[in-house]
């Protein structure tokens, strides 16, 4: 292997730190494209029942406002899903009634903020303000219904009812899980809570759209999924797809929250109504609490087992919370299951679920994907269940969790026995540190997956240019998780050319092939698959032409990255093979694609270790070691790979000890700030995160790959939780574990 | 008002409302790097140097820079493109949107403290957030260079 397997610098890395401009606003800067901003509803539920916007319009500069009245009546989702989405199409562009604290009410378009603001002030809005359901936990069945009307759905199985707020429910089971419960010496019940953490990644939402000299609407996001935006930008303005391009630019972070077409909808409407470029740009706060978030939830588990730790069954009722609006409700919830259910293979579960619509801010993708959710609630469970036994949570994992087989890559199981090992676990007491501050660990497993099986497709295009180089085409975004140079490792791997003869082109919807984007790890897995493919089928062509050019039969050829070369020793450089393809005598410009879907999703394992230290006066905590051992297949990159896994551990730590979300009762959230909203910093971090690998070969995996996205952001918080309670035999339950809410449980005993 | 700034070297003058912030101003000036990431101050994305110093320019009225020499990280290229090869090296750029201000705020504590600890380090960079890459390889990343740049 010459570049897969290599940790080889990523392929934009020099001119992303040098500061190039290449991120949606820098490629409209200094233009002349309208302000649009959003007039939003103060009010968690309200009917509109009057606009007036005829003093806000005379403001000079003001361009257009616009309100429920004047857009199209189609309903859709913004869920960046393929189509069919099993998202329920429950929203409009601007709706007469408004569902949370920060629903937009108003569209106006300015030639500066200044104007646009203005405006904002002087458009008289009479609100008939609604009894909300803000506490999603008081939403099913509630009298308060957040949709009136029922939205249209794709698929019947997602269990939708609006009559009792429900975006969906299910129920899944493997087993006898009663039989389990009866045959079940120690029984354990208990709730926990994950709050909808906020992505915060550190460009924030934005668009620009222009029609083009073609007369078509190009719209430039900020996004994961360049061809879902395109798709939903055509049924939400009903207008035809084939008149709007897509182009995705860098990205300055998305972690799901860009895998919902939070704002194109909007600047792609007043481009339509004035024939003027616009742009938005969504503040920090906006971005904070007018978005989307992970799903909230509250997850009650319910484990038995035998005295020795055989665990019996497994029962996990989740109530989850999508907010005003259903994006990613029925898919997102299902990852609990998805994501537990196999790693303990042998024992019976089940699990019910019901998603609903409360007026809050709206639950979307976030990194994890409900997997996080899922072990946070399991993996403290089976924490709990061990300390009831006596037992090493170590222990009781290798008793219960799923043996290495033959269908799955990978051993959950040599990941613990490798970190057991390197951090010394069976070392690791409980530690007095004389000054009230405690310390002690605490460990958790996990699986992620590969790409949506059976679902989502990935594809490539390959370019052969005159000059003897490559152009690879792909419709993946790199958010920063560096796709572009793990899928240019591939191509050149096949092609054995070096990694500076393959240009790579990404995301234009013009231009790249179909992708549904960068979600549900699919990047390395999926379009890397489809890169392979595609490279193959290059070197086919490649010879067909040489054997044209040279008359020669094909199978007295061979390629080289350098040459094809006969079994005579005549040879022609790729260069004279592509200047001679393109031109009169080869009359044939070379372009091949590769398209692939998995049958299966291979899962990632993570199993990790964490140390903390209590202040048992304040309760504040710090992890002071965190060791991860991932298996990932073969990485491609190892060096990404373990960039992934460490930026997944603090945005883990983040989910575990700080990011507090609040919402008052008037539905409004109070950490809309990164001032309030407390992402770690270098200091929460310290030097002491390590990140082993224990390798496997995936054989459907590209150069047996599997994903590494997710599934890294998983365990820190019940390894954090259950380090914390063997410090202070106290158990805080609901996510963040902050020092206030410690305090509390340590001193109310 | 006519502001006149010397940015990068470079005298530039331009005419700006007084309650406009440098980095906005900057911007127009067509120096992009300039990024902001939040509304409050906290998150160092804008980090500029002014008069060789690290400063938030999200919160720095421009006419405070009058006549002031303002360094952006499309004026120190060269430094930049050398700390960059050991962030690449590490895989420790992701999105890269945290890159100039935190880049910036490296090269100023390099010239402030030729020996710094982690934790000397560590505090330096606080207030640099990065969403992405967790802050380790930033400081393998770090630490090498600066060992580098001794040589
Ligand atoms: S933009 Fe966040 S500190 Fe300046
Ligand atoms: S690399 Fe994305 S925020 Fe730092």
């Known amino acids: 292997m010459r570049f897969v397997n290599k940790e080889m610098k990523k392929i934009d890395g020099i001119g992303l730190i040098t500061g190039k401009p290449f991120y949606t606003e820098d490629l409209v800067a200094n233009q002349e494209y309208l302000i649009v901003k959003l007039l939003r509803s103060p009010h968690a539920y309200a009917k509109i029942k009057s606009i007036d916007i005829t003093i806000a319009l005379k403001v000079p500069g003001v361009e257009g406002i616009y309100t429920y009245k004047d857009v199209p009546q189609t309903m859709f989702t913004l869920a960046g899903q393929s189509y069919p989405e099993p998202s329920p199409y429950d929203r409009k562009i601007l709706d007469e009634y408004v569902r949370y604290v920060g629903d937009p009410v108003a569209i106006v378009a300015a030639v500066d903020e200044e104007s646009a603001e203005k405006a904002m002030k002087l458009i008289k809005v009479e609100y008939e303000v609604l009894e909300a359901v803000v506490d999603y936990e008081k939403a099913l069945d509630s009298h308060i219904l957040v949709h009136k009307d029922r939205a249209h759905i794709n698929y019947d199985t997602i269990g939708y009812d609006n009559k009792r707020n429900l975006a969906s429910s299910y129920l899944q089971e493997k087993g006898d899980v009663e039989k389990g419960f009866s045959e079940s010496e120690v029984i354990i019940e208990n709730t926990y809570y994950t709050q909808p953490q906020i992505h915060a990644m550190m460009e924030t939402y934005r668009s620009a759209s222009y029609f083009d000299v073609y007369g078509r609407l190009t719209v430039i996001s900020s996004t994961q999924i360049p061809f879902h935006v395109r798709r939903h930008l055509a049924r939400a303005l009903d207008y035809p797809s084939s008149k709007i391009r897509v182009i995705k630019p860098k990205l300055g972070g998305g972690f799901g929250g860009k895998q919902t077409s939070v704002c194109e909808i909007y600047t792609a409407f007043v481009t339509l109504k004035t024939g003027k470029p616009s742009k938005i740009i969504y503040t920090r706060k906006e971005t904070q609490a007018y978005s989307n978030t992970r799903h909230g939830m509250r997850l009650t588990v319910k484990i038995g087992s035998d005295r020795e730790g055989n665990i019996k069954a497994i029962d996990i009722k989740v109530l989850s919370n999508t907010g005003a609006y259903g994006e990613h409700a029925p898919t997102v919830t299902s990852l609990v299951v998805y994501k537990t259910f196999p790693l303990y293979e042998k024992v019976p579960m089940r699990c019910k679920a019901d998603i609903v619509y409360s007026n809050t801010m709206v639950g979307g993708a976030f990194r994890g994907y409900g997997a996080t959710q899922g072990t946070f609630a399991v993996e403290s469970a089976v924490n709990e269940l061990a300390h009831k036994l006596g037992m090493d949570p170590t222990e009781i994992r290798m008793k219960n969790l799923v043996d290495q087989s033959e269908t799955v890559s990978g051993d959950i199981k040599k990941c613990i026995q490798i970190g057991k090992e390197a951090f010394d676990w069976k070392n690791r007491k409980v530690v007095d540190m004389g000054n009230g501050k405690v310390r002690a660990s605490g460990m958790a497993v996990t699986m992620q997956g590969s790409g949506i099986a059976g679902l989502d497709t990935g594809s490539a295009t390959v370019k052969f240019h005159d000059s003897g180089d490559f152009t690879l085409m792909i419709g993946v975004t790199d958010m920063g998780q560096g796709c572009d140079t793990v899928l240019t490792q591939m191509a050149a791997e096949i092609l054995e050319v070096p990694m500076d003869k393959i240009v790579l082109n990404a995301a234009d919807t013009d231009v790249s092939p179909y992708d549904p984007g960068a979600y549900a790890s699919s990047g390395t897995y999926v379009t890397g698959n489809a890169v392979i493919i595609a490279c193959e089928k290059m070197k086919k062509e490649i010879l067909a032409s040489a054997s044209k050019l040279m008359n020669k039969d094909i199978d007295e050829l061979q390629y080289t990255g350098e040459y094809v070369e006969a079994k005579d020793g005549t040879r022609l450089t790729l260069k004279e093979i592509a200047i001679r393809s393109v031109g009169f005598e080869g009359k044939n410009q070379i372009t091949t694609t590769g398209t692939w879907g998995g049958e299966n999703s291979p899962p990632p394992f993570i199993a990790s270790f964490a140390e903390v230290e209590v202040d048992t006066l304040t309760g504040e905590t710090n992890v002071v070691d965190f060791l991860s051992v991932a298996d990932c297949g073969t990485p491609i990159n190892p060096a990404l790979a373990r960039v992934q896994v460490e930026g997944g551990i603090a945005q883990g730590i983040g989910l575990a000890l700080t990011e507090e979300i609040t919402i008052d009762k008037n539905g409004k959230l109070l950490q809309d700030t990164l001032m309030q909203y407390k992402i770690p910093s270098r200091k929460d971090l310290g030097p002491k995160v390590e990140v082993l690998f224990s390798y496997s070969n995936e054989p459907t995996g590209p150069f047996g790959a599997k994903s590494i996205g997710e599934v890294v952001i998983n365990t820190p918080a019940p390894a954090i939780a259950d380090a914390i309670y063997k410090a202070t035999k106290s158990r805080v339950r609901s996510l963040p574990i902050t020092s206030e809410k410690l305090f509390w449980e340590m001193y109310s005993k | ?151």
């Open chain 2, 1 to 151: 008002m006519i502001l006149t700034l010397n940015v990068n070297g470079r005298k530039r003058e331009i005419s700006i409302s007084p309650d406009e912030y440098l980095l906005d101003v900057l911007r127009k000036l067509g120096y992009l790097s300039v990024k902001r990431g939040c509304d409050t101050g906290s998150c160092g994305l804008c980090t500029v140097l002014v008069e060789e110093k690290p400063v938030l320019s999200c919160s720095t009225l421009a006419v405070r820079a009058q006549g002031k020499k303002i360094t952006t990280i499309e004026g120190c290229q060269e430094e930049a493109k050398r700390f960059a090869e050991f962030m690449a090296a590490e895989g420790a750029e992701q999105c890269g949107y945290c890159a100039p201000g935190f880049t910036l705020t490296v090269l100023a504590l390099m010239k402030e403290n030729e020996n710094p600890t982690d934790e000397e380090i560590l505090h330096y960079l606080n207030g640099n957030l990065c969403r992405c890459s967790g802050y380790i390889s930033q400081l393998r990343a770090i630490k090498n260079f600066m060992e580098a740049e001794k040589r």
